[in-house]
């Protein structure tokens, strides 16, 4: 590898790098129900928080439902984002390895 394209590596793992820092620092919300379940998720999957609205409590089938939809919601969300900013980075490249 000649010293331009290690500059290049060198410069596009840097990039990445700094990327991969504010995906894990971001937080995302996801909801379902029109707002009745919210979760909030930070980049690095995690759930931060759960918001329910009382009233969802008295149907727990329902209630179930709505959390699973409000976190996968978020976590398509947080994907999403991770792929955006990735591929602006590494202009479309599929590089394994990267989790997106």
Do not use: C, H, W, Y
């Not at 709505?66 to 490249?93: C, P, R, S, W």
């Amino acid at each position: 590898m000649n010293r331009n394209m290690m500059r290049q590596a060198q410069k596009l793992q840097a990039q990445l790098q700094k990327v991969q820092e504010e995906l894990e620092e971001m937080t995302v919300e996801g909801s379902a129900g029109g707002g009745v379940v919210k979760v909030t998720v930070t980049g690095k999957q995690t759930v931060e928080s759960v918001f329910i609205d009382p009233e969802a409590a008295e149907d727990i089938d329902l209630l179930q439902d709505l959390v699973a939809a409000a976190v996968n919601d978020a976590f398509a969300k947080t994907q999403e984002i991770a792929a955006k900013k990735m591929g602006a980075v590494t202009g479309g490249l599929n590089i394994p390895g990267l989790g997106i």
